[in-house]
DNA sequence: TTTATATATGAGTATATGTTCATATGTACA
DNA sequence: TGTACATATGAACATATACTCATATATAAA
């Protein structure tokens, strides 16, 4: 083992790249945590990664609606406010009683609020 | 003007449907947030919606690394960390500092940890 | 039952995104 | 000056996504 100076020299790795800090790379390792869980927070940012659900879960976060006072306030097609509510069931970020006709939305997800709140400050900074 | 408890008929809207609520629409109108708050939110939240990123990031949480022991640590090719690296710096993410061949890589922006760890809570819970 | 309304959904399409591959740029060292 | 290394980047490709359009489903009212 030739070492320079914190430096290691490894045979073989995912690139042509032969050094790498060995002690940074075995201390960080051990904080990454399971691939699923970054699988889990991806999906779930992904969710507010769209301008039309933050749209629907601030509208939510003020009052339940239904599907057409959403298309509504946001001037958007019912086709695609329902598609983005039925993304919205999927994560269980919303959920939504019959009440006759219509379908009445509201938040499902006490988190929902707090990130949305976070996101929010690191914006308006 | 026709009122059916809380529902009012409209002439015209985005879509066909005729029948809303009135005053929670113009409740709700009032909380929204305009347009390009909107989108920077989503801008925002896109980053953190991909394994690839969060990973880096929770690395760079624990300690500043140079590109080839991201690629090494996440077995990825060193292109691909790359580009992704420059996609969190376009946004301000990550920041970093020429190190003879080495770029080493750190978190730029304070709330990086923060939302990290608000979304953790979220998928552990 | 017929008609209108409210919502859901499948298919199609245009755009965005994440990776690979090849190569360019820049630095250190012989 | 030439060679090896560390990183950056453009192009290409495959996949995901967000909408539109057409239509299905479900409920209420005439």
């Known amino acids: 083992m030739k070492h320079e100076n ?9 690139c042509d790249i032969k050094v790498i800090h060995e ?14 869980t970054y699988h889990e927070l991806e999906e779930t940012f992904k969710i507010f990664g769209n301008s039309t659900r933050l749209k629907i879960l601030s509208l939510l ?11 509504e ?32 939305y509201s938040l499902a997800d006490k988190h929902v609020i707090e990130i949305l709140k976070i996101g929010i400050e690191h914006v308006l900074e």
């Open 6 to 14: 914190n430096l290691f020299e490894i045979d073989e790795g995912t």
């Open 23 to 36: 002690e940074s790379i075995n201390k960080v390792k051990e904080e990454l945590l399971d691939d699923d």
């Open 61 to 71: 976060a003020v009052e339940d609606l239904c599907v057409c006072d959403i298309s």
């Open 73 to 104: 306030v946001l001037k958007m097609s019912q086709s695609a406010v329902s598609h983005q509510l039925r993304t919205l069931r999927s994560k269980n970020l919303v959920k939504y009683t019959k009440e006759g006709k219509q379908a009445r």
